[in-house]
């Protein structure tokens, strides 16, 4: 289950993430980008199963928040589920809302560092790699890339230069 909510972040109602997803309601999002200590970020490649957005390029990870979870519990179980990382506490960067007509999205946005291997969930990712922010930038300019990921690197961009 997961919370919908008004424009100011408010809950309005409680609903499965299935009719979120087929009905595009406003809901919560975490999403971490993830950096190695090279400054390199992680991209990755969503299953070609996912409905929203599959086989498109993305950046980081992004967790929908269940009913009554905060976004830094979405925040870790989405780095845990996804690339099997663990023990990471992320930084806030900060807070958008991403809307369009098939997603709507409020995200807090934060930053981790992990140098370990990522072990992807095959379920939700097909491939994970990290490449330099500019390889992140071409590959959402010339790859299919999900909107939602191409709108958080771009303030996360503008944010860091």
């Known amino acids: 289950m997961v919370d919908i909510v008004d424009e100011k972040d408010k809950v309005i109602s409680t609903t499965t993430k299935r009719e979120m997803v087929e009905n595009a309601l406003l809901h919560r999002a975490a999403r971490v980008v993830l950096l190695n200590s090279k400054g390199e970020v992680l991209v990755q490649k969503r299953s070609e199963k996912k409905k929203v957005y599959p086989g498109c390029w993305d950046i980081g990870v992004a967790e929908t928040v269940q009913s009554g979870e905060s976004f830094e519990e979405a925040a870790t179980r989405g780095l845990n589920e996804e690339m099997g990382v663990s023990d990471v506490i992320g930084d806030f960067l900060f807070k958008t809302k991403f809307l369009s007509k098939d997603n ?26 990290f490449v330099p922010l500019d390889g992140a930038i071409s590959i959402a300019n010339l790859e299919k890339f999900s909107p939602t990921g191409k709108f958080i690197l771009d303030k996360y961009v503008e944010m860091k230069r």
Do not use: M, T
Not at 107 to 119: C, M, S
């Open 104 to 129: 709507n999205v409020i995200y807090k946005v934060f930053e981790a560092f992990y140098d370990g291997d990522v072990k992807v969930q095959e379920e939700e990712v097909d491939e994970a790699r």
